[in-house]
């Protein structure tokens, strides 16, 4: 089964910037729609964002117009830029791969990479 492996989470003050990158580890696995989510202590995993391998993406309401999902196919990675980050943006970040837009995951979690957003 493949495993995805998320990185670039970090500590970062209110209305600064992170970059978080997503690729599988050890496998030939080709990213097809890809989504990320994250949880937020005490709460569930939700829905951040998704693309499709042909590049049109999908946003939660909370996050849109603050972060952008990318792709690069030929790095078979996936990317999420978050500006203007908020405390409320505190969480576990983790991507998997989905249909449509990709807010049901089908694959299995890696561990995620944590972004603290401080106030």
């Known amino acids: 089964q493949v495993q995805l492996v998320e990185s670039g989470g970090g500590l970062v003050q209110a209305g600064g910037s992170l970059r978080l990158s997503c690729a599988p580890s050890?496998?030939?696995?080709?990213?097809?729609?890809m989504g990320w989510y994250r949880q937020a202590p005490g709460k569930q995993r939700e829905w951040v964002a998704g693309i499709t391998i042909l590049g049109s993406t999908y946003y939660a309401d909370s996050v849109k117009g603050r972060f952008t999902i990318s792709r690069d196919n030929a790095k078979n990675t996936v990317y999420l830029q978050m500006n203007s980050l908020q405390p409320d943006d505190t969480a576990v970040y983790y991507c998997n791969y989905g249909m449509g837009s990709a807010r049901t995951p089908l694959g299995s979690w890696g561990q995620g990479t944590q972004v603290t957003v401080s106030s």
């Open positions: 050890g496998s030939s696995f080709s990213l097809n729609t």
